[in-house]
Nanobody, 120 residues
Framework: QVQLVESGGGLVQAGGSLRLSCAAS????????MGWIRQAPGKEREFVAR????????SYADSVKGRFTISRDNAKNTVYLQMNSLKPEDTAVYYC?????????????WGQGTQVTVSS
């Protein structure tokens, strides 16, 4: 069983930055892909970013490419999402996801979510 706990969300002005963190339990953190999925009010869930178990492979949604960076520290069982040049349309609950097929929003494990609000 894997437990995921997100932190780092909050309120920020457009153009600002936030860094989300996701701490994972379990000894096999370094063996599976990690990622982030978000859901804006009244909208469907949307893939944001994914990172391979080794950290060498990453992928991003077109809407965040060039602004967001995903990374991981396997020694700390933590994955990060650095979000720069934030826009009001980035406002959403951001969920950490682990294993499974994250890009198609079918991970094996979900965090509880952290709210990100970008004001214009």
């Amino acid at each position: 069983q894997v437990q995921l706990v997100e932190s780092g969300g909050g309120l920020v002005q457009a153009g600002g930055s936030l860094r989300l963190s996701c701490a994972a339990s379990g000894r096999t953190f370094s063996s599976y892909d990690m990622g982030w999925i978000r859901q804006a009010p009244g909208k469907e869930r949307e893939f944001v970013a994914r990172i391979s178990w080794s950290g060498r492979g990453t992928s991003y949604a077109d809407s965040v490419k060039g602004r967001f960076t995903i990374s991981r520290d396997n020694a700390k069982n933590t994955v990060y999402l650095q979000m720069n040049s934030l826009k009001p349309e980035d406002t959403a609950v951001y969920y950490c996801a682990a294993s499974g097929t994250i890009a198609t929003m079918r991970p094996d494990y979900w965090g509880q979510g952290t709210q990100v609000t970008v004001s214009s």
